[in-house]
């Protein structure tokens, strides 16, 4: 996470000013010193102040990886499906690059989300994959078609089209999260139902609650901090590719305009 | 009970590998970004490297 810098040219308004070699930024550094703090918090409530559950023994520290990921991958998925529908209104590219950013971590957090259930599936249900469970077949559709979002964004096509069909697929990929989210109670599931937000009262608490709420924190944290750096690196590509184009544009001229001096002294 | 079947070993076990893939996919994503940050900064001109 080093941050080199230059010196902007000499004679610009702007020389004192150093600029970025790299997606880092002091704001940048001061978010990703939080997740790191945070994130030995909930190291440290997840193996040694959480004792082990007295019916699920250590496996309940699977749950402290599996519930937060889930929960901030939705919200990855959300905000994805907001900024492609601010696109689809404004054609702009900042909501572009952000649908883009959390469409990528969303996945992500999704798929480790998938093996953390798996892990904890295969010494509690004596399964790692149920194909007739409602919410680990929703999850998975869920997952594949967030994949299929991330592959979409990175088929080479024109800008204007790859970001319209990209927003169109995660507005639609969105829709199924509500479904996910409910099918333990809407269909029969071996998947437990609400744990925190359960009707009355929280099935959590103690130390197991706070390593569950620290996990929530530090991957909240996490997700914003590379949100932001991804978001960037799709900037710096866009800017990269519209100064590559300039370049060959800038070259095509050239070389015509030479031709045509040549012909010029032809005649 | 639950508990009784799920061996201490075995436990450990699954979550070992689910911590384990968490920290390792997790980050190598953040060391591919920030490369990736980091070689794109140097094929974009200075003043269009600010960030909004």
Not at chain 1, 37 to 43: D, L
Not at chain 1, 233 to 251: M, N
């Amino acid at each position: 996470m080093t941050d080199q810098t230059s010196a902007a040219p000499a004679g610009t308004a702007d020389t004192a000013k150093p600029v970025a070699m790299s997606t880092s930024s002091r704001g940048t550094k001061a978010l990703g010193l939080l997740t790191l703090v945070s994130a030995v918090f909930t190291i440290l409530y997840s193996f040694w102040f959480s004792k082990a559950d007295v019916e699920l023994g250590n496996t309940v520290r699977i749950l402290y990886v599996h519930v937060p990921t889930v929960s901030i991958a939705y919200l990855c998925m959300l905000v994805n499906a907001g900024a492609s529908a601010f696109y689809l209104w404004k054609r702009t590219a900042f909501p572009d690059l952000l649908a883009a950013a959390t469409g990528e971590i969303g996945v992500l957090l999704l798929g480790l989300t998938i093996l953390a259930g798996m892990m904890w599936g295969k010494p509690t249900w004596g399964t790692f994959w149920e194909w007739g469970d409602p919410r680990l077949t929703s999850t998975l559709l869920l997952f594949l078609m967030y994949l299929g979002y991330v592959t979409v964004r990175n088929i080479p096509a024109p800008r204007s089209a790859r970001n319209t069909r990209s927003a169109v697929i995660g507005i639609i990929s969105a829709l199924l999260i509500y479904p996910v989210k409910m099918s333990t109670e809407w269909w029969g599931s071996l998947h437990q139902g609400r744990t925190i937000s359960a009707p009355g009262a929280s099935k959590i608490h103690g130390a197991q609650e706070f390593a569950l709420y620290s996990g929530f924190l530090t991957f909240m944290l996490f997700a914003a901090w590379l949100t932001i750096h991804r978001f960037r690196v799709g900037w710096l590509q866009d800017q990269a590719d519209a100064t590559e184009l300039d370049a060959v544009i800038a070259d095509r001229r050239a070389e015509a305009g030479a031709e045509q001096f040549g012909l010029g002294e032809v005649h | 009970m639950i508990a009784q079947q799920i061996q201490n070993g075995e436990a450990w076990t699954y979550v070992g590998i689910t911590w384990g893939a968490t920290a390792v996919v997790l980050g190598g994503y953040v060391l591919l970004i920030l490369r990736r940050g980091k070689a794109l900064s140097k094929r974009v001109p200075e003043d269009k490297r600010r960030w909004m």
